[in-house]
């Protein structure tokens, strides 16, 4: 007869069941049984215009990294962000500590359909992407702000050629129709406050920013 304990996997992705193991004349024993080697498959995919340099096709053990790969696009196209189970712009990417299969998108456009992100913070926290990244003019880019502890995430500001989906989300998307900024704006918890306005049926209310 045999009770089962705990289980856990160790750096190199093996099982181990650890419990005890009640034997003749009912003597208990511990053991510890090594059951398997979790691997799954990491596929790399090229849309249209490009094309995957590096294994496109790999096996990779439980809480191992996969070997890197590079974005390729074709004479006239540029790489414009990864999708699939792994979304971002690195390039070459390297997907670590594995835990499920996973199959991921190179994305890519013609370069006159491509424009300039540029994804900049005000105050205290954190935004991904980060810098300036060439993305597909009409395509939705996931946007994300982070505040710092103490901060809130309080809109995003965005010139002219963008458009984000939520100004008031801090995860939300932005599409472009040409070069634009997006700005997280942050502010410290107690330096803002509640604003509600509105107007009558006959008359419209605009808010100025005063300096």
Wanted: charged residues 10%; negative net charge.
């Amino acid at each position: 007869m045999t009770s089962a304990g705990n289980t856990v996997f160790d750096s190199l992705g093996n099982l181990y069941v650890a419990g005890n193991f009640a034997g003749a004349g009912g003597k208990v024993s511990p053991y510890l049984a090594k059951c398997m080697v979790q691997e799954y498959p990491v596929v790399f995919h090229a849309a249209s215009g490009g094309s995957i340099a590096g294994a496109a096709a790999q096996t990779v053990t439980h809480l191992c990294d996969a070997t890197p790969v590079t974005a390729v696009p074709d004479g006239g196209w540029e790489f414009v962000g990864w999708n699939g189970d792994y979304v971002g712009f690195d390039n070459p990417l390297t997907i670590t500590s594995v835990t499920a299969a996973m199959a991921i998108t190179a994305n890519f456009a013609a370069e006159e359909d491509a424009a300039t992100l540029t994804v900049t913070h005000v105050g205290e926290g954190q935004v991904a992407p980060t810098g300036s990244i060439r993305v597909a003019r009409g395509v939705p880019t996931v946007i994300f702000a982070t505040p710092d502890a103490g901060v809130q995430f309080i809109r995003w500001d965005v010139s002219a050629m963008g458009n984000v989906a939520d100004i008031r989300a801090a995860q939300t998307t932005v599409t472009l129709s040409g070069d634009a900024v997006v700005t997280a704006v942050f502010a410290a918890d107690g330096n803002t406050a509640l604003l509600t306005v509105q107007s009558g049926a006959n008359g419209a209310v605009e808010l100025m920013a005063l300096s």
